[in-house]
């Protein structure tokens, strides 16, 4: 393997650290399931692509805006969430992932099933970002600064807000949470997130296509938080790393990797079902035995 | 004027009439709400609280309507409740559930989605309203794997937190043994002296009875009774509300 074939998947990696970490917002803190993550995902690539390519607008307005416009895009898409109950939330993302897929392939503006191609590099304080190192540590602090907003909103009122909402809407209404509100924000905050990762991810292939964006995308992205654990910060970090990696290191086996993915997603699902390093799972308490979920519960006594 | 008064409320759920032209008032006092199964208790408490908006009537707090207020914003207002089917925040521990409760002014603010809630003062704040409740040993437990008596002193706690001028207690001694039953009773009264007016809800009639200066006593969605103790105790059509039920 090539250093530059590695730092690829590195970046990739990086990128995905992002999304997972975006969606976990959703999933995780809100308790909001959503199969549309890749649409807040394509919305960004394609912002930055087109502001970049129509506009010869530099990196970093393509950036700002595909954060800004994603985030918004999520506070208006965030709206059916607020009708439905969970089972047709799931149908209502789904849908709004196809919605924009069509958008980007029958509107000629986006470059329609040709993409958009010939995205410029970033170009920060004159030095430009193609690929290699320098494009790794690019999306890597990205992953870092979106890991440092989560941990930080799990410590305010709104990390606390959303903590309610995912477990009872009636007793969040009851301490004065409006679940609509806190849902809102929750889908513009995933959005923005999920919109910079798309705009580093146009920036990086160069070029952007309908179909990097579709279902399958929104699927990848959920089993990564669920795949690492739900609602934690770790999850989704070690779910983007080891399934971004399993197909890369199952090459060699060329046509049925892929098998093997679904497989060990099934497994996971049927023995781990937490995530990997969820709350509870095995894992996590070999590794981190004094966790609270176990240690300190006080014995009960039950009659 | 009394804290809150309910004005001619009545509640259909489709075609089902569970509360029938209800008009009542509560002061600074235990009032207890008593009524055989179905009587439209829980449903009078989902009005006063917002869950439900009535069909028809008033409910007036502090002199102004807020019937048609939702659940989030009656609270502000200072009306909590608890449930009679318990809502803990499960996966939440016991002393962030009551954390949760203190939040209650932040979450409408802009200085919600910024400010750190586990600061010292909200620690002191959260760990005296765990001392009141008798909780301090179940501090860090996940909240969901608890019996149910703590539970629903869980639910007291947090809803304590948001400092109520009023509140609503929804049979808040169901499933408890005779121990925890004593405690609740001396734990209502101390809230009382404190300056907090209380709406119990009970089917435990000796319970009620013990503790409630003034009692109103629904069946059918209609106010059959109301009045001290002991007019309830040998009120006619309350005997044969109950006993018919039995
Ligand atoms: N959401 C609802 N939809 C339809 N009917 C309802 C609903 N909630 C309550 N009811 C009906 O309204 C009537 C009053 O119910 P409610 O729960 O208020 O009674 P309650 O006095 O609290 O009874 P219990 O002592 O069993 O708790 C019952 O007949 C009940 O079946
Ligand atoms: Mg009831």
């Known amino acids: 393997m ?52 129509r506009y010869s607008l530099p990196f970093t307005i393509d950036f700002i805006s595909a954060i800004l416009i994603t985030g918004f895009v999520g506070l208006f898409l965030g709206l059916p969430s607020l009708r439905v ?14 919605v924009v897929i069509s958008v980007f392939k029958y509107v000629d503006f986006f470059g329609g099933a040709m993409g958009l191609v010939n995205i410029p590099a970033p170009v920060l304080f004159g030095i430009s970002f193609r690929g290699g190192v320098p494009y790794f540590i690019l999306s890597s602090i990205y992953a870092l600064l979106t890991l440092g907003l989560c941990w930080y909103i799990s410590k305010t009122w709104s990390g606390l807000a959303f903590q309610t909402i995912r477990s009872d809407e009636d007793a969040a209404a009851s301490v004065g949470v409006s679940s609509a509100r806190y849902k809102i924000y929750a889908f513009g905050i995933s959005a923005a997130i999920a919109g910079g990762a798309g705009s580093l991810y146009a920036h990086f292939i160069g070029s952007v296509f309908p179909d990097t964006f579709a279902f399958v995308e929104s699927i990848a992205i959920l089993s990564m938080v669920i795949f690492g654990g739900v609602g934690t910060l770790r999850g989704p970090i ?13 090459r060699f086996i060329s046509d049925y990797r892929f098998t093997l993915y679904g497989a060990l997603l099934v497994l996971m699902m049927l023995f781990q079902p937490m995530g990997i390093l969820g709350n509870g799972s095995w894992l996590w308490q070999k590794l981190h035995p004094n966790n609270r979920d176990v240690a300190n519960t006080p014995q009960m006594e039950v009659k | 004027m009394p804290i809150l008064e309910v004005e001619r409320v009545s509640h259909w759920f489709g075609g089902l009439q569970a509360l029938k032209d209800v008009s009542l008032y509560a002061d600074r006092e235990i009032l207890g709400l008593i009524g055989p199964n179905g009587a439209g208790k829980t449903t009078l408490f989902n009005i006063i609280s917002g869950f439900l908006t009535p069909t028809h009537g008033k409910v007036i707090y502090l002199g102004k309507p807020v019937q048609h207020l939702p659940p989030h914003q009656i609270v502000r207002l200072g009306i909590a409740r608890t449930f009679q089917i318990v809502k803990p925040f499960a996966n939440l521990t016991v002393e962030e559930n009551v954390l949760a409760g203190i939040g209650m002014p932040y979450y409408a603010q802009f200085r919600g989605l910024v400010a750190p809630y586990r600061t010292t003062a909200n620690v002191h704040t959260a760990s005296h309203l765990l001392e009141l409740t008798d909780l301090q040993n179940y501090r860090n437990a996940p909240a969901n794997r608890l019996p149910i008596g703590i539970q629903r002193r869980v639910e ?37 002296q404190q300056g907090i007016n209380i709406i119990l809800i009970e089917h435990n009639m000796r319970f009620a009875m013990s503790l409630c200066q003034r009692i109103v006593v629904l069946a059918q969605g209609e106010i059959i009774a109301q009045g001290q103790p002991i007019e309830i105790q040998a009120n006619e059509k309350v005997i044969n509300a109950y006993l018919g039920q039995e």
């Open chain 1, 2 to 53: 090539s250093t530059g074939y590695l730092l690829t998947i590195f970046t990739f990696i990086a990128i995905y650290i992002s999304l997972a970490l975006s969606l976990n917002i959703l999933v995780g803190f809100a308790g909001q399931i959503s199969l549309g993550q890749a649409a807040f995902f394509g919305i960004g690539a394609y912002t930055s692509a087109v502001l970049a390519i």
């Open chain 1, 85 to 98: 109950r969970h089972d047709f939330l799931v149908l209502a993302t789904m849908g709004i992932n196809f």
């Open chain 1, 238 to 250: 070690i779910g983007a790393i080891i399934l971004r990696l399993t197909p890369e290191l199952l």
């Open chain 2, 156 to 192: 007291i706690a947090r809803a304590l937190a948001i400092k109520p001028k009023l509140l609503l207690l929804d049979e808040p001694a169901a499933g408890l043994v005779a121990k925890e039953t004593l405690e609740l009773a001396n734990l209502i009264k101390n809230l009382h």
